[in-house]
């Protein structure tokens, strides 16, 4: 897994984070960080282990600036993402859904320097690991939808 993946991954934990949490997303990061010090990967086998070459996921300008970008422009990314979902509403989606579309739509929007079909696979992926099995098509069909209207 390249650190590109373990900065959305991070970047992803902390705004899951945040629905159970009166962290804001930057908050979200240190705090995963500690954790991640804490836990041994014996134990939690699905908990991302630190490795020695990991960048600490509070001090990630990948996973910083993601974060940062998406509180900032939070609701601007959920309207946008309203908009696009069709039959359903944010508020139905399940939280680790929900954090994955504003996370890859605050990339998509926000960040000129990654192609957006590396963004949408990215994004996809990691729906492939953490959400149910609906949901890599759903990430896929919203952000696919979000990068052609936003070119326009």
Same mark, same amino acid.
């Given at each position: 897994?390249? #650190?590109?993946?373990?900065?959305?991954e991070s970047a992803f934990l902390a705004l899951f984070s945040q629905y159970f949490t009166r962290y804001d997303g930057e908050s979200c990061l240190e705090k995963f960080a500690e954790l991640r010090g804490r836990? +041994?990967?014996a134990d939690e086998p699905d908990f991302p282990p630190p490795h020695e070459s990991d960048v600490p996921?509070? %001090?990630d300008e990948l996973a910083l600036s993601l974060v940062r970008?998406?509180? %900032? +422009?939070?609701?601007?990314?959920e309207s946008i993402i309203r908009d696009t979902l #069709?039959?359903?509403?944010l508020e139905r989606l399940s939280p680790t859904v929900s954090a994955l579309l504003r996370l890859g739509a605050t990339e998509l929007l926000y960040v000129d320097e990654i192609p957006a079909k590396v963004s949408i696979n990215e994004y996809v992926d990691i729906a492939k690991r953490y959400a149910e099995d609906d949901a890599p098509s759903l990430v896929n069909a919203v952000l696919d939808r979000i990068h052609k209207t936003s070119r326009k």
């Open positions: 897994m390249g #650190q590109r993946r373990k900065s959305r836990i +041994n990967p996921p509070h %001090e970008l998406h509180d %900032e +422009n939070r609701e601007a990314v #069709q039959g359903w509403t």
